[in-house]
C-alpha cells in the first residue's frame, strides 16, 4: 500500500477534474488527481465537439480530455490511475482509500466524478453511438440541419432537446413510453405547440438500425406500441435519447447533502458542499446545464474555493497537523 498525501485531492477525469488541478497546480498546491474508472469522462465517447471555447475548427472529445490531461500534468498535478472506493472526512481531513490498495490523506477534497447519460439498452444504440445515436441535442444538434430527428424521454430534459433540434433539425418526433409527459406544464404546452414537433405517445424503441458503409449511420428505429404490443418501423436520421442521467455519486451518500437524483448540493455561486473543506464541481452537481464549459467553470472556482479554505486555515496547518505535500512525503509500502 502506498500512502499518498497533498493538499487538494481531485477525484474524476473530466473537464471539472482537470480544470480544478490546472487551478491549484498553479496555485502551488500541489494536486492529486485520481481518474476514476473513466479517464477523460463523457467527452472520450464524443466525436465532434464544436462548443467548447478555444477550437475554432471543433475538437475530437478525446482529444480535448488528452490536451487537458497533459495540460494539468505539466502545470504540476499527479495523476493517478485509481478509483476512490471510500471517503471519510473530519475536522483533521480527508482520508481516502483506492481499489488499488492505496490511501490517500488531503486537506481538501474536490469531487468532480461526473455523470453518465443513462441508454435504453436496445440493439444498435452502442453500435451507432456517435454516429446518429446521442444523449446530447446541444452538444450534436447541429449536425443534424434539416434532417429529420427522434427524442426519446418523457421528462425535462426530453423536452428541451426536442425543442433546441427544432433550431437545427426538419422534423424532430419525440417518443414517449406513457401517454403523458412527467416534464413540467409550460414545457409540455410548448413541445406540443411547435409546428416541427410530433409526438409518438405509448411507444418505445426497441431497436436502432442503420448502414455501415460507406460512414456508420441511423437510418431508421424499430418500435413497438406498449397497449396494442404492435411493431412498426420509423425513418429517421438520428435518435437523441433523453431518459435521464445518473450521477456517479453514490460513494457521498452518507456524508454530504443531495438533490433528488443524486445530485451534490452546492451552496449558491459557490462549489462548497455541505461539509466543510469539500468541494463539488461538474456534473456530480449540476443536473441543470450538463456541459464541459460549465464543468470547467465549476472545477476552476472549486480550485479557487479550496486554495482560499487552506489559505484560511493555513495557521491549523503550519501547526504541523495537516497532512504535508506529496512532495515531502515518504510513501509506505505495506
Ligand atoms: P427524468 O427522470 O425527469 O425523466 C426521464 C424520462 O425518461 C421519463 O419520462 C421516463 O419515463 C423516461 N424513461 C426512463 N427510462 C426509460 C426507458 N428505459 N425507456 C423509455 N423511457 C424511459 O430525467 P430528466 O433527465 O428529464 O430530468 C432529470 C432532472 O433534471 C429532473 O428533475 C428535471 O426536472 C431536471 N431538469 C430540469 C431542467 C430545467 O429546469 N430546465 C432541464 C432538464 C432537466 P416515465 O415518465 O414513464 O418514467
Not at 161 to 175: D, F, G, P, Q, R
Not at 278 to 295: L, W, Y
Request: charged letters at 20%; glycine letters at 10%.
Amino acid at each position: 500500500m502506498t500512502l499518498h498525501r497533498t493538499k487538494v485531492l481531485i477525484i474524476g477525469a473530466g473537464p471539472a477534474g482537470y480544470t480544478a488541478a490546472i487551478y491549484a497546480a498553479r496555485a502551488n498546491l500541489e494536486p492529486i488527481l485520481v481518474t476514476g474508472l473513466q479517464p477523460g469522462g463523457q467527452l472520450t465517447i464524443t466525436t465532434d465537439v464544436e462548443n467548447y471555447p478555444g477550437f475554432s475548427e471543433g475538437v475530437q472529445g478525446p482529444q480535448l480530455m488528452e490536451e487537458m490531461r497533459l495540460q494539468a500534468e505539466r502545470v504540476g498535478t499527479r495523476i493517478i490511475y485509481d478509483t476512490i472506493k471510500s471517503v471519510k472526512v473530519s475536522s483533521d481531513g480527508v482520508k481516502a482509500g483506492g481499489e488499488s490498495g492505496d490511501a490517500y490523506e488531503s486537506d481538501t477534497l474536490v469531487i468532480a466524478t461526473g455523470a453518465q447519460a443513462r441508454w435504453l439498452g436496445i440493439p444498435g444504440e452502442r453500435e451507432f453511438g456517435g454516429y446518429g445515436v446521442s444523449a446530447c441535442a446541444t452538444c450534436d444538434g447541429f449536425f443534424f440541419r434539416g434532417k429529420e430527428v427522434v427524442v426519446v424521454g418523457g421528462g425535462n430534459t426530453a423536452v428541451e432537446e426536442a425543442l433546441y433540434l427544432t433550431n437545427h433539425a426538419s422534423k424532430v418526433t419525440l417518443i414517449h413510453r406513457r401517454d403523458r409527459l412527467r416534464a413540467e406544464p409550460i414545457m409540455q404546452k410548448r413541445l406540443l405547440a411547435h409546428p416541427a414537433v410530433t409526438v409518438c405517445w405509448n411507444t418505445v424503441v426497441e431497436e436502432v438500425v442503420g448502414d455501415q458503409q460507406p460512414n456508420p449511420a441511423v437510418t431508421g428505429l424499430r418500435l413497438r406500441d406498449t397497449v396494442t404490443g404492435e411493431a412498426s418501423d420509423l425513418t429517421t436520421d438520428g435518435i437523441f435519447v433523453a431518459v435521464g442521467h445518473d450521477p456517479a455519486t453514490s460513494l457521498f451518500k452518507d456524508i454530504l447533502d443531495m438533490h433528488e437524483g443524486g445530485y451534490i448540493k452546492v451552496a449558491p455561486w459557490s462549489t462548497a458542499t455541505s461539509v466543510e473543506r469539500v468541494f463539488a464541481a461538474g456534473d456530480c452537481a449540476d443536473s441543470v446545464f450538463r456541459q464541459a464549459t460549465v464543468a470547467s467553470a465549476m472545477g476552476c472556482m472549486a480550485a479557487l474555493e479550496a486554495e482560499r479554505f487552506i489559505a484560511e486555515h493555513s495557521a491549523l496547518f503550519n501547526d504541523g497537523q495537516h497532512a504535508p505535500l506529496a512532495s515531502d512525503l515518504v510513501s509506505a509500502d505495506d
